[in-house]
């Protein structure tokens, strides 16, 4: 058994997921603790530079398999091709981005080699006593934090959403090797035909570019509030979140919500205006750089995660914030 951590490197249209390099990052820290190589697995149509910047965010060796039908997802080819790596090497952990390519993949895979699949997981850690996986997700709907090990088979086998973790590149390469694997395409994919590709139209709020995120929650009071949490959002040139509890009143669209079953964000600055800080929005921005949390109740578990904490209400502080702010710019 080699003992290795891969990485499976999502490509699309030749262009490599931030998630793949964010996991490969997560990877140092595990390879680290365990003694195990990190590698990046790869499928393409292998005529791109994509190896080098998996050896930049520390992959020390990429497997490619490389053929023009392997250059756009297609699960009847991805899967057998990677499982047959997958039983040659057997590598002790396969890391996936929770994207919609990694969540059809890692449960095709798993079945195929009898493998655990920990899915969604928010951390990752490694146990150095028993040598496994420490693969921790929210259960039960949410309401606790279960940290789940795969102990009878390998590879142990992980989704991960994308910003869970930070992606950092090396100054120096971890490594110049890629391994060409033959691969052997002919007799699968006949049952998926693309029919035709189309980009997703961009949203109006890119919360995972935006270096600030102001966030309202059910302590903003009313819809016409959120007028105050979009000027403080625009005079930082971020972007503005929200909580479940907001989004399900009807206060604000989904696509600003933040936690468990909204985005994942990690910006330099998140301010969490009126959010209690239930464990559910925490799993969307507990990674942020810095956080600062402005609520009216001292003991909202909030504060436990923030940085710095205002104890206040936010319909006198946020106007006050944004003042300020305008005021230093001039
Ligand atoms: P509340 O919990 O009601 O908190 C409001 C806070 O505002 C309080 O702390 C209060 O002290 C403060 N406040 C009130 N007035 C003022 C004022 N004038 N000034 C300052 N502070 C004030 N939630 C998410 O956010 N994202 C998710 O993705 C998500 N997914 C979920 C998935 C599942 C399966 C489940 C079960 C729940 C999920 N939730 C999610 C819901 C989550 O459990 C909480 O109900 C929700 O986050 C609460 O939102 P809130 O903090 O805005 O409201």
Redesign the pocket.
């Known amino acids: 058994m080699s003992a290795e951590i891969w990485v499976f490197a999502e490509q699309r249209r030749g262009a490599l997921a931030p998630v793949a390099l964010e996991l490969l990052t997560e990877g140092r820290v595990l390879a680290e603790k365990s003694g195990y190589t990190l590698c990046a697995v790869l499928l393409s149509a292998g005529d791109d530079d994509i190896p080098q910047e998996l050896f930049r965010y520390g992959a020390e060796k990429v497997y490619r398999l490389a053929d023009p039908a392997l250059a756009e997802f297609n699960n009847d080819l991805y899967a057998p091709a990677l499982w047959n790596l997958i039983e040659k090497e057997m590598p002790e952990i396969v890391l996936y981005g929770a994207t919609a390519v990694g969540r059809t993949l890692a449960p095709t895979v798993a079945v195929m080699g009898y493998a655990g699949l920990t899915a969604d997981c928010t951390e990752l850690d490694f146990d150095t006593e028993k040598n496994i996986l420490l693969q921790t997700r929210p259960a039960f ?3 606790i934090m279960a940290t789940i090990t795969c102990e009878n088979h390998r590879p142990q086998m992980a989704t991960v959403r994308a910003n869970v973790f930070k992606k950092e590149p090396l100054e120096n390469p971890a490594g110049d090797e890629v391994v060409e694997v033959p691969v052997d395409t002919g007799g699968h994919g006949d049952r998926m035909k693309r029919v035709e590709s189309v980009q997703e139209v961009a949203e109006d709020v890119d919360l995972n570019a935006a270096q600030f995120i102001v966030s309202g ?3 903003v ?1 009313k819809p016409e509030n959120f007028k105050i949490i979009h000027e403080l959002a625009e005079e930082l040139e971020g972007a503005v979140g929200a ?4 989004v399900d009143a009807g206060w604000i669209s989904h696509h600003h ?6 985005k994942t964000v990690c910006p330099v600055v998140y301010i969490a ?9 925490l ?2 921005m507990q990674s942020s750089d810095v956080i600062i949390a ?4 001292p003991n ?1 578990p ?1 504060f436990d995660v923030a940085d710095f904490g205002l104890v ?4 006198e502080i946020v106007p006050e914030f944004t003042r300020q702010i305008r005021e230093i710019k001039g």
């Open positions: 709907g949410g309401n929650g059910r302590g009071g909580s479940r509890a907001t919500q933040v936690g468990q079953t909204g205006c009126g959010i209690s800080g239930a464990i559910q929005h799993a969307g402005i609520n009216k109740d909202a909030i206040g209400d936010l319909h």
